[in-house]
């Protein structure tokens, strides 16, 4: 019996029990399979590979017994793929399109016919890869993207490699552009091999099979492993991995230091067509391959399976960068970066009118996706985050496959020609025009200070919620837990710092950098509030609301104005300051000033900072009583004590003393902030009053 001690290059996660649990229920079965085989990047990458079933089903308008075939559908990820994520069609039907299909040239006009084989109708949208399942007799079948396959199927001497590895138990078909022809050439390979256990596609991945889920899974992690075992047995042996080491890297934090300084000027080449979201890793593999001896021999050849270069690119841009460049002086570096940027849009502009058919969707943005910066590691850039890291990981799985396949032969890519023709597939790109409409702040980072609770929480899950990605930063790392825990770092991370320290704003920032690849807004939210009398106000009153307050601003705006200059397409700076730095109240002396001191920094700013396209406005909040910090404790005993009133008055209060009668809620505050940075674009130095209306506050 199989157990995890069996395998050494890919995890066994079947659980017996589990299974148990789910009874004779094949979908079921097929989809714990499908998302136990997507948790190993390993077996296959994300959104990568394709998963089946075939059942036995009673016709709805017959009530006849007739096969089914359960099936990922177009875009899903067996990692996560759920009922929902399956279509189910008539295996009799689809294997009847035989009879229409006219060849290589009509490939695409059968994917439309795939819907005419619809047995569930809340099907998802039925893949390219539905006919390579359908032509195959087994109940179960796994078509898997493995790093380990894919390196004997991208090797030159590939067809030999697999028969010395399974002798005659897997089959071999040549590279082909998935569609239906290519499900024929299963059905031909299996019907003139009877009794394989797979089959290997060139340049391409593996297919396997089983009666049960359960036999298909073990079938799929033996072979996997045979080919990890073999590659493994090979690798190093006649001579040094990737040719050796050409460099070292630098040690772990002077490349994260390197990285750092980096990415914003990166970010903002990569975006001179559309804003891109970055991503940076520094995994040893990474590390191993941009160091090497091969790195100028194998870079430039790109990658071979087509679900890598479609979130990759046909190849990466290598800068001609020293590990310990001095990046100080970005402007010295992003000139001596942007010819190689020139260079690698040039090529790829080239390869396009190289390569394009009559019908093929134009030309789309040149910029690299994958950086890869010799002793330092990997940056990519995509339109979210979540993109970009993945692009990363598919091209970690490329680096794999190259350094397998020099292990066993010598690595082979896929013909450029062949390339384009997936890349610019018209129904890849009738998947990209499919996508829904990004959100207002899609491609946009923010560092939110005082983000752990209030009005800085608030403003958080705002910009979130209309697709930005956000840096919490608080003093107090707990909160930030807190309030960062329902989101992914795809979407969100925190640093805990305090606003009045350099070296903490710095590392806030490097974060950004590291995370994101810079920040486009900041949000200076931190505060808190003391409410006394010019006799009562104590010199460290005045130095922690000066600190906190008018400091916090200045060395966020500093250090954002810094990384905003290095990307070179603007930003966006919003100070939270009050309605008390406007209006002259009693016992305030401390706070109001340092309110006024934030707002005229504002305007300071807005003046300074106009010509570069880096907006600086205020939101003035007032009243924000419930969910905000400031008015737990003291604050509230000030205020309540200036006005004659108890504490629990105080919300009633303030919503009675504006001309709205409205209750101030953190949420309106952060519906400020947006309205500044999404839709009043060319608004600088100005003040949005968020209090419900007060009249003492309107600015003259």
């Not at 990384?563 to 919003?574: H, L």
Request: proline share 4%.
């Amino acid at each position: 019996m199989a157990t995890s001690q069996s395998y050494q290059f890919v995890n066994y996660l079947w659980d017996d029990q589990k299974a148990a649990s789910l009874g004779d229920d094949q979908i079921a079965l097929f989809l714990y399979r499908s998302n136990i085989l997507g948790a190993d990047l390993r077996v296959t990458n994300y959104g990568g590979g394709n998963t089946s079933c075939k059942t036995i089903e009673k016709d709805p308008l017959t009530g006849k017994e007739v096969e089914v075939m359960w099936i990922k559908g177009s875009g899903g990820d067996i990692g996560t793929l759920t009922r929902k994520g399956i279509a189910g069609l008539y295996v009799d039907r689809l294997r009847s399109l035989k009879n229409v299909y006219r060849g290589l040239e009509f490939e695409d006009e059968m994917v439309a016919l795939f819907y005419h084989c619809l047995y569930d109708l809340e099907s998802a949208a039925p893949s390219i890869d539905t006919p390579l399942h359908g032509m195959l007799p087994f109940k179960h079948i796994d078509h898997l993207h493995p790093d380990a396959l894919i390196a004997v199927a991208a090797a030159k001497d590939g067809k030999a490699i697999t028969k010395e590895i399974w002798g005659d138990k897997m089959g071999w078909v040549d590279w082909q552009r998935p569609g239906f022809d290519l499900g024929l050439q299963l059905e031909a390979c299996l019907n003139e091999n009877p009794g394989i256990r797979g089959i290997v596609l060139g340049s391409h991945g593996l297919f396997t099979w089983g009666d049960t889920s359960k036999e298909c899974y073990l079938n799929s992690l033996e072979v996997i492993e045979m080919a990890s075992q073999y590659i493994a047995g090979k690798e190093g042996k006649v001579s040094p991995v990737f040719g050796g080491p050409k460099l070292d890297s630098l040690a772990t934090e002077n490349r994260k230091s390197q990285a750092a300084l980096l990415a914003p000027i990166l970010r903002g080449l990569c975006s001179s067509e559309s804003r891109m979201v970055g991503h940076f890793t520094d995994d040893e593999r990474v590390l191993q391959f941009v160091n090497s001896h091969d790195l100028e021999k194998l870079a430039p050849l790109g990658t071979s399976c087509p679900d890598h270069f479609l979130r990759t690119k046909i190849a990466p841009l290598v800068l001609e960068l020293k590990p310990e460049e001095d990046l100080s002086d970005s402007k010295t570096i992003k000139t001596k970066l942007s010819q190689s940027f020139e260079t690698y849009r040039e090529g790829y502009k080239a390869y396009y009118e190289n390569c394009k058919r009559a019908n093929s969707p134009a030309l789309r943005d040149p910029n690299p996706v994958v950086i890869l910066y010799p002793g330092i590691g990997m940056f990519t850039f995509a339109k979210n985050k979540q993109t970009a890291r993945v692009a990363a990981e598919f091209y970690i799985n490329a680096i794999n496959v190259m350094r397998g396949a020099e292990a066993i032969s010598s690595y082979t890519s896929l013909p450029r020609q062949e390339a384009f023709d997936i890349e610019y597939w018209l129904l890849e790109e009738a998947k990209l025009q499919r996508m829904p409409k990004e959100k207002p702040l899609s491609r946009r980072v923010a560092l939110v200070s005082g983000a752990g609770g209030g009005i800085g929480k608030a403003i958080a899950e705002k910009l979130i919620a209309e697709g930005a990605n956000v840096v919490y930063t608080d003093l107090h790392e707990e909160r930030l837990k807190e309030a960062t825990q329902k989101y992914n770092k795809d979407t969100a991370i925190w640093i805990a710092g305090d606003v009045t320290n350099a070296e903490d704003m710095q590392r806030a920032f490097k974060s950004a950098a590291l995370a994101f690849g810079g920040v486009d807004i900041v949000v200076h939210s931190a505060g808190l509030a003391i409410s006394k009398s010019l006799e009562e106000t104590e010199e460290k009153d005045w130095d922690l609301l000066q600190n906190v307050l008018v400091k916090g601003q200045f060395l966020l705006s500093k250090y954002g104005a810094e990384m905003m200059r290095k990307q070179g397409f603007g930003g966006d700076i919003v100070s939270i300051a009050s309605k008390n730095g406007v209006v002259a109240g009693p016992n305030n002396v401390g706070y109001g000033t340092a309110k006024a001191a934030q707002q005229h920094m504002v305007r300071l700013l807005a003046a300074e900072l106009g010509p570069e396209k880096i907006r600086v406005n205020t939101v003035n909040p007032d009243g924000v009583i419930v969910g905000s910090k400031i008015w737990e404790g003291a604050w509230a005993e000030g205020r309540a004590k200036a006005y004659g009133i108890t504490v629990e008055e105080l919300p009633a209060y303030y919503a009675k003393r504006n001309l709205m009668n409205e209750i101030i809620l953190p949420d309106d505050i952060a519906n400020g902030v947006f309205a500044l940075v999404a839709i009043l674009g060319k608004s600088t130095g100005n003040t949005i009053n968020v209090d419900g209306g007060v009249a003492n506050a309107f600015l003259r």
